[in-house]
């Protein structure tokens, strides 16, 4: 069992920042990718920005010099700092992580609860 514990959610105004944490614990041989996605009402889930344990960054063409992502391997934690934030940000941000329970086992995705950002206007 992999557990996903999210925290730094919350309410801001525009321009204003948050940043957001997940820490990842079970019994895993290997975390490769982390991340987040969101999702806003109505709307599908998408990706925000990911990284590998090789510290390779994507982000959303939206997102770009806005968020920054980090993992801290040795806490098997990533963040995500949000900055600039605007109004279309508001949505649920879900931690999401790709692990290994053995070196010859393949990938399994979990995700987070999920935690609610809110950016007034």
């Known amino acids: 069992q992999v557990q996903l514990v999210e925290s730094g959610g919350g309410l801001v105004q525009a321009g204003g920042s948050l940043r957001l944490s997940c820490a990842v614990s079970?019994?895993?041989?290997?975390?490769?990718?982390m991340g987040w996605y969101r999702q806003a009402p109505g709307k599908q889930r998408e990706l925000v920005a990911s990284?590998?344990?090789?510290?390779?960054?994507t982000y959303a063409d939206s997102m770009k010099g806005r968020f920054t992502i980090s993992r801290d391997n040795a806490k098997n934690t990533v963040d995500l700092q949000m900055d600039s934030l605007k109004p279309e940000d508001t949505a649920v941000y879900f931690c999401?992580?790709?692990?290994?329970?053995?070196?010859?086992?393949?990938?399994?995705?979990?995700w987070g609860q999920g935690t609610q950002v809110t950016v007034s206007s």
């Open positions: 079970g019994s895993i041989f290997s975390i490769n990718v």
């Open positions: 999401y992580t790709e692990v290994q329970y053995h070196s010859r086992s393949i990938r399994y995705a979990w």
């Open positions: 990284i590998t344990s090789g510290d390779r960054t």
